[in-house]
């Protein structure tokens, strides 16, 4: 079974330029995370899919990014227009649907921006 | 707000031998679920064991386990046998119960585990 899909890995861009993330979650998840770790801190959660619905979206930074889960399926992470503190590594996770249990998320290997 | 801490930021152990990392959180809650997830070089985070609040034993996974102590708020990871495939960035993580309508997981700031042949 495929296991969380990130593109691209890396990324440049330059300030006030537009980047897109995607993430591609296992096969049969309801649930997608975001979420981003800055140079040396720790990993912050971004926001919640249960399907196509944004379910929470409390750790999003600012009106800057925009994720969307059309069709339920993979996910998009757009940042516009990127800013220097944007700069870190993005995760997407996905897990089943939880009813009773952990809901372990299973993550993507994540994609770095660098924003110069 | 839950918080999780690791207070080491970086360790290290010989091949072969057994090496503790320490976590400590900080809750109101008293059903919720604890995480150690591993992050080798090649970047790609994989879950290593998880443990859940209402049970008492010390989850086991091979060569990892944990020391739950659900008063101290502590949850460390013991990897004994430490192999070079275990050298990594090691992440402690916390999640509420899914009842209480928030499960993303919250993250320490990590421990980097060097394994020294």
């Known amino acids: 079974e495929a296991g969380v899909t990130q593109f691209p890995s890396h990324s440049v861009i330059e300030k006030g330029q537009t980047v897109t993330l995607r993430c591609d979650p296992i096969s049969g998840h309801d649930n997608l995370y975001w979420y981003r770790r800055v140079m040396g801190k720790e990993i912050k959660f971004l926001l919640h899919?249960?399907?196509?619905?944004?379910?929470?979206e409390s750790g999003m930074p600012n009106n800057r990014f925009l994720a969307e889960r059309t069709g339920g399926t993979y996910s998009t992470l757009k940042v516009q227009p990127a800013e220097l503190e944007d700069s870190g590594v993005y995760f997407c996770?996905?897990?089943?649907?939880?009813?009773?249990?952990?809901?372990?998320?299973?993550f993507g290997p994540g994609t770095r921006l660098l924003v110069l | 707000a839950q918080t999780v801490t690791q207070s080491q930021p970086e360790m290290s152990v010989q091949e072969a031998e057994t090496v503790t990392l320490s976590c400590t959180y900080d809750t109101s809650e008293s059903d919720y679920y604890l995480f150690w997830y591993k992050q080798p070089p090649s970047r790609q985070m994989i879950l290593v064991i998880r443990?859940?609040?209402?049970?008492?034993q010390n989850a086991t996974e091979n060569r990892f386990s944990v020391n739950f102590q659900k008063a101290a708020k502590s949850f460390s990871l013991k990897i004994s046998d430490s192999q070079l495939g275990d050298a990594a960035m090691y992440f402690c993580a916390y999640r509420s119960p899914e009842y209480s309508g928030n499960t993303p997981l919250v993250f320490g700031k990590g421990t980097r585990l060097s394994v020294i042949a």
């Open positions: 996770a996905s897990s089943q649907e939880i009813a009773t249990g952990p809901g372990t998320q299973y």
């Open positions: 443990q859940e609040a209402y049970k008492q």
């Open positions: 899919f249960v399907k196509e619905s944004k379910q929470d």
